[in-house]
């Protein structure tokens, strides 16, 4: 079930393609010819007014509660994958090859094995509710198992390379859900904020996007603003610095 060589090296292409996917929802387009019933336009619409239909909040109400939970998720995914970013080094973290220079144990590592991973699924939950319903149940389902296989892919990496280090590392150190306590004392490993917020100008800038301009209701708007701060993250990559080993 690990992911290949190949996955791992175009991830981010292969993210971008589950993006398309799920706000395109080809598969839309197909059940409009043999039905006249519309669906509706996105997910943030239908999680809105079936709280409202199920009558547990009126509908201004429950479009509120779900823009607010979305801005957090996506803050807080950007968040997460800024300070994960900060201890691993940007050119670790986009690089197209598998690295296991030495164990992370450092910032957030020391409470689970892979922040960036948990930052992409709550990032991914957060901006899922401008896509289509079907849209969105397919990029979250496509998105977690595809970075599961990133997970096991890299855990086999590391075990053959590290051996008994990254192995003790395992078991002390949950590989997702975040553990609410450090399992490991502090290392010397020094964060590296400006390059990490460089490295993660997409997520970071659409997260500060999305707080402005959510309160518009507008997810085309929105949209267009994924775009833009993927292509600005793009141009953004140019200007970090050359590889740095990531420390223990």
């Known amino acids: 079930m ?5 996955e791992f090296r175009f991830r981010v292409w292969i993210a971008v393609l589950l993006y398309v996917l799920g706000f395109w929802a ?8 043999y039905s006249n019933v519309a669906p ?9 007014t079936t709280l409202a239909r199920w009558d547990w909040l009126p509908l201004s109400q429950a479009t509120v509660l779900i823009t607010s939970l979305a ?4 803050f807080l995914g950007s968040a997460l994958r800024i300070w994960g970013t900060a201890y691993l ?10 690295h296991a220079d030495e164990v992370m144990a ?21 901006i899922s509710i401008l896509m289509p319903p079907s849209g969105a149940v397919f990029f979250l389902l496509a998105t977690f198992l595809f970075y599961y296989r990133l997970i096991l892919g890299e855990e086999d990496h590391l075990t053959r390379q590290q051996g008994a280090a990254y192995l003790e590392y395992k078991q002390r150190v949950p590989r997702i859900v975040p553990s609410l306590r450090p399992r490991l004392a502090a290392s010397g490993a020094k964060p590296h904020w400006l390059e ?3 490295a993660e100008s997409y997520t970071f800038a659409f997260a500060c996007c999305f707080a402005a301009l959510a309160w518009r209701y507008e997810a085309e708007l929105l949209i267009r603003c994924i775009l833009i701060c993927f292509g600005v993250s793009l141009i953004t990559r140019a200007f970090l610095p050359g590889k740095r080993l990531a420390a223990g």
């Open 196 to 198: 990490s917020v460089l």
């Open 71 to 74: 801005i957090a998720l996506v």
């Open 106 to 126: 450092s910032g957030p590592y020391r409470f689970t094995r892979n922040p960036l991973y948990v930052g992409t699924w709550l990032f991914s939950i957060g």
């Open 2 to 6: 690990k992911a290949t060589q190949f």
């Open 26 to 33: 080809p598969w839309l387009s197909i059940a409009s010819r």
């Open 40 to 48: 509706p336009t996105t997910a943030w619409l239908a999680l809105s």
């Open 89 to 98: 080094g940007s050119s670790v973290v986009h690089s197209g090859a598998m």
